[in-house]
């Protein structure tokens, strides 16, 4: 069996309620106070491998959570481009946009966002990021990255269809858990967090 831990980064210094995908941006304090919370009771084994997304939330984040430790930057953690949404909320979207929130949520066929990501080639880059889970030689990988990777890398792992990603909650600072073997992949532990309340 291996163990998947996939680990959200805390919240960051963005407005909340609005897409950030490829933008990047730092944690904020509060966000830096909930890392050092799950930092206090995270157990992960110093021989597991510590893989992170290339935006510095993430980093800022595995640098709290594995002080001292070596990590993998590996850019298909990195989070969906959400092109020309990046920063605005969903009213915004759906304003300035019409009808292209119900492809997306319908999963078009060639959608892509606006000035951003093609769904095929987010859904590609799950495919591959999967491929490299089951093919890495240890026991356990901890991967810091983001909701949208987490909510469908998870889908994907445990063979549900790409469309239940959006059935899944994956809050700032939380821990999923999948369990890989050779018949498949069983979800373990979804959207845990030590204290929820502390910063949602």
Not at 19 to 37: E, N
Not at 70 to 84: I, K, N, W
Not at 111 to 139: K, Q, S, T, Y
């Amino acid at each position: 069996m291996k163990t998947i831990h996939l680990l959200r980064h805390a919240q960051t210094v963005a407005t909340p309620g609005t897409y950030i995908g490829a933008t990047d941006v730092p944690l904020s304090d509060i966000g830096r106070g909930a890392a050092r919370t799950l930092a206090a009771v995270l157990s992960i084994p110093p021989d597991a491998v510590v893989w992170k997304s290339p935006l510095s939330r993430c980093c800022e984040m595995a640098e709290i959570l594995f002080p001292g430790r070596d990590t993998v930057t590996e850019p298909l953690l990195r989070e969906t481009d959400f092109g020309a949404w990046e920063g605005k909320t969903f009213d915004e979207i759906e304003r300035g946009w019409p009808g292209l929130v119900g492809q997306w949520a319908a999963r078009a066929p060639g959608f892509a966002f606006p000035e951003g990501e093609r769904m095929a080639d987010f859904d590609a880059r799950i495919v591959r990021l999967g491929d490299r889970l089951r093919a890495h030689v240890g026991n356990m990988v901890v991967c810091v990255t983001h909701g949208g990777i987490i909510r469908h890398l998870a889908a994907h792992l445990v063979n549900l269809p790409s469309s239940a990603a959006l059935l899944l909650s994956t809050d700032t600072a939380s821990v999923t858990t999948i369990h890989l073997h050779d018949e498949g992949g069983m979800l373990a532990r979804l959207n845990w967090t030590p204290d929820p309340g502390t910063w949602s």
